[in-house]
């Protein structure tokens, strides 16, 4: 995957898979409430629209749409998965990156 270009394109429409760090945890459905708190805070300082969400024990997908203006989808993932790991109080929870096939 040496060769791969990550499209940054205002406006785009990105489908996301999110991962934790463990596998096998079902830390994201036991603390929904927290999560959707960070989507929440995000979506209030770098808006966005969320199409479609889908949270499963230990990974979720989510299509988001971004503002005519915008195509920052990194910066809201960062701030995303900082908000919920601090509101857990945990650290080291998500795998590192995060894939739009």
Avoid at 49 to 69: G, K, M, R, S, Y
Wanted: proline fraction near 5%; aromatic fraction near 14%.
């Amino acid at each position: 995957m040496s060769n791969y270009r990550r499209y940054y394109i205002n406006g785009g429409t990105w489908f996301f898979t999110v991962n934790l760090k463990n596998r096998k945890s079902d830390l994201l459905v036991r603390q929904i409430a927290e999560l959707r708190s960070a989507i929440r805070r995000v979506k209030n300082t770098k808006p966005f629209q969320i199409d479609a969400f889908v949270v499963l024990p230990e990974h979720l997908h989510c299509i988001w749409t971004l503002p005519e203006i915008d195509c920052d989808f990194s910066s809201r993932w960062r701030e995303l998965k900082k908000l919920f790991t601090k509101s857990i109080m945990r650290h080291d929870v998500w795998q590192p990156r995060f894939r739009e096939p």
